[in-house]
T-cell receptor
Framework: GAVVSQHPSWVICKSGTSVKIECRSLDFQATTMFWYRQFPKQSLMLMATSNEGSKATYEQGVEKDKFLINHASLTLSTLTVTSAHPEDSSFYIC???????????????FGPGTRLTVT | AQSVAQPEDQVNVAEGNPLTVKCTYSVSGNPYLFWYVQYPNRGLQFLLKYITGDNLVKGSYGFEAEFNKSQTSFHLKKPSALVSDSALYFCAVRPTFGRALTFGSGTRLQVQP
């Protein structure tokens, strides 16, 4: 199988604090990990793509200084929401890919998501 | 840039009846197409994908999808719906070269007993 976990599954924090979300590939090495954000009743919006050992590539409109992504190993990526505000409240979902670059059989395996509520 | 359209916000179907969830796409080159299902407060579960080959793709839980290149569509189907199929369904596309998935807006499927 290809299992991706996220921790925590939900978190409540106060405005101005920082929150770290972990994404782990449990039974495979993830060459690339992706972070998505999902607002209620809306689709997933790609925030950034991270390759192990290199800087993340952020989508247009995503503040890289606010959403810090670290992909330090082939099984772990972290998203840190810095100085969180209520508008950062959302469902954050990570996915991981074990395919080689541009592989035709490439597939993303999704984590269960993290619900962030900023009060 | 690629895009995905799911024209129906919600699809209602009676249990035991066939269901179709529509998806059309726009992408340069040959598309890689995916369907995912999401249950409340959960991540996405993979249902099926089209990469190449037979236009009719069979996936998990009895779902299938038909790739139609001329209509740029990839509709999700199931011959007999179950109440447990009620969930949010997302169609996604990836271009031949590139890794990022672009998702449709999602279609909520409600199966009534």
């Amino acid at each position: 199988g290809a299992v991706v976990s996220q921790h925590p599954s939900w978190v409540i924090c106060k405005s101005g604090t920082s929150v770290k979300i972990e994404c782990r590939s449990l039974d495979f090495q993830a060459t690339t990990m992706f972070w998505y954000r999902q607002f209620p009743k809306q689709s997933l919006m790609l925030m950034a793509t991270s390759n192990e050992g290199s800087k993340a590539t952020y989508e247009q409109g995503v503040e890289k200084d606010k959403f810090l992504i670290n992909h330090a190993s082939l099984t772990l990526s972290t998203l840190t929401v810095t100085s969180a505000h209520p508008e950062d409240s959302s469902f954050y979902i990570c996915s991981a890919s074990k395919g080689t670059r541009d592989s035709a059989t490439y597939e993303q395996y999704f984590g269960p998501g993290t619900r962030l509520t900023v009060t | 840039a690629q895009s995905v359209a799911q024209p129906e916000d919600q699809v209602n179907v009676a249990e035991g009846n066939p269901l179709t969830v529509k998806c059309t796409y726009s992408v340069s080159g040959n598309p890689y197409l995916f369907w995912y299902v999401q249950y409340p407060n959960r991540g996405l579960q993979f249902l099926l994908k089209y990469i190449t080959g037979d236009n009719l793709v069979k996936g998990s839980y009895g779902f299938e999808a038909e790739f139609n290149k001329s209509q740029t569509s990839f509709h999700l189907k199931k011959p007999s719906a179950l109440v447990s199929d009620s969930a949010l369904y997302f169609c996604a596309v990836r271009p031949t070269f590139g890794r990022a998935l672009t998702f449709g807006s999602g279609t909520r499927l409600q199966v009534q007993p």
